[in-house]
């Protein structure tokens, strides 16, 4: 008897039900970067020939896919891949200046630092490069009518965003440039309480002993660490929101 073939939708191979199993295969699909940000998708035809299940199975995997927010699915056009810095998470990566306009206030931006240098040994382990290597740093301070409501502490992978020096940060943002050429595949992050730096007291015009909420975050792409940011707030003048909902 012929061997029977494990495929990626076979719940013997791997415990998983069928449908789980054709997500998990475009997953990995989407990781290795088979799937660019706008590209269209394979046909649920080409799907279920692919894999071998039924077609309400490759239906099951796609809707959690768009659920997650990886695929957009259009009525007579196909499938396609999306950004994936538009998927949902705990806590979303917002271009600062969508958020003080969003709120009807003016934002601007004033640029202390926009520099390519050696990059420190604790930044070159977090970005993946070698202690030495040229790192891009920037140093911003965006204000919301004339208040200064963020210092942003910038280090970019020279490789993910090579023309990064060259923006006018004083009319578009880091996070809005990067997300424009860089799109991140995971991002981790760290909220904290902390007192500020004496460069980012002297920036935000407070007190050494002021307390600020700081988030630190890490974005990436599949492989490769594209920025490292230290964004400090006013404690005073900054809180973090939420909402539920049964």
């Known amino acids: 008897m012929p061997s029977r073939r494990a495929t990626a939708a076979d719940p013997e191979s791997s415990g998983l039900a069928p449908y789980a199993r054709v997500r998990e295969a475009l997953l990995a699909d989407f990781r290795r970067g088979r799937y660019p940000p ?6 649920e035809s080409e799907l279920v020939e692919r894999f071998g299940v039924s077609r309400m199975t490759v239906g099951r995997a796609l809707r959690d896919l768009q659920a997650s927010g990886l695929i ?15 998927v949902a998470s705990t806590l979303r990566i917002r271009d600062i200046h969508e958020e003080i306009t ?22 070159a382990a977090r970005l993946g490069l070698s202690k030495g290597d040229a790192v891009f740093h920037t140093v911003i301070v965006h204000f919301e009518n004339d208040v200064a409501l963020q210092c942003e502490d910038r280090y970019v992978n020279p490789a993910c965003a090579p023309g990064y020096l060259a923006v006018d940060f004083t009319r578009m943002t880091p996070t809005h440039y990067l997300l424009d050429v860089a799109p991140f595949w995971k991002a981790g992050y760290t909220i904290e309480a902390a007192l500020p730096g004496a460069r980012e007291a002297r920036l935000l015009g407070i007190g050494r002993t002021e307390p600020c909420l ?6 990436e792409n599949r492989q490769t660490p594209i920025t490292l940011a230290r964004l400090t707030y006013p404690g005073l003048l900054y809180q973090l929101e939420g909402a539920f909902e049964p």
Request: glycine share 10%; proline share 8%; with cysteine.
């Open 214 to 219: 700081v988030v630190t975050r890490l974005t």
């Open 102 to 123: 969003g709120r009807g206030h003016r934002h601007r931006a004033s640029v202390h630092l926009c520099r390519a240098e050696p990059a420190p040994r604790d930044v």
């Open 72 to 86: 957009e699915r259009r009525q007579g056009s196909g499938t396609f891949a999306t950004q994936p810095h538009k």
């Open 38 to 43: 706008g590209s269209r998708m394979p046909s």
